[in-house]
Nanobody, 127 residues
Framework: QEQLVESGGGLVQTGGSLKLSCVAA????????MAWFRQAPGKEREFVAA????????YEADSVRGRFTISRNNPKNVCYLEMNNLKPEDTAVYYC????????????????????WGQGTQVTVSS
């Protein structure tokens, strides 16, 4: 089992920035693929970004590419989602997820590939 804990959400104006953090409290993030998903009210959960185990490969959703950056620091046991130029449509609960699957390039965007999830952190972007 693993316990993921997110932090860094909040209220920000359009065009502003936030940086989310995720730590793995039991085993640490080393060895996990790490990802961020989000769920807006009345909508299904959607993929935002993912990073492979050593941080050498990343994927971002088309809707956030160029604005959001996922990164990780394994020795510090933290995965980040840096969000810039935020828009009202980015408003959602953001979830950190972790997986040990090996097929990163094939499964990174599938929420069913991630057995471990955080409790979520609210991001609200005002217009």
């Amino acid at each position: 089992q693993e316990q993921l804990v997110e932090s860094g959400g909040g209220l920000v104006q359009t065009g502003g920035s936030l940086k989310l953090s995720c730590v793995a409290a039991v085993h640490g993030i080393h060895g996990y693929i790490m990802a961020w998903f989000r769920q807006a009210p009345g909508k299904e959960r959607e993929f935002v970004a993912a990073v492979n185990q050593i941080g050498a490969g990343t994927y971002e959703a088309d809707s956030v590419r160029g604005r959001f950056t996922i990164s990780r620091n394994n020795p510090k046991n933290v995965c980040y989602l840096e969000m810039n130029n935020l828009k009202p449509e980015d408003t959602a609960v953001y979830y950190c997820a972790a997986s040990r699957v090996r097929e990163f390039d094939r499964l990174y965007g599938s929420d069913s590939a991630y057995p471990y999830w955080g409790q979520g952190t609210q991001v609200t972007v005002s217009s």
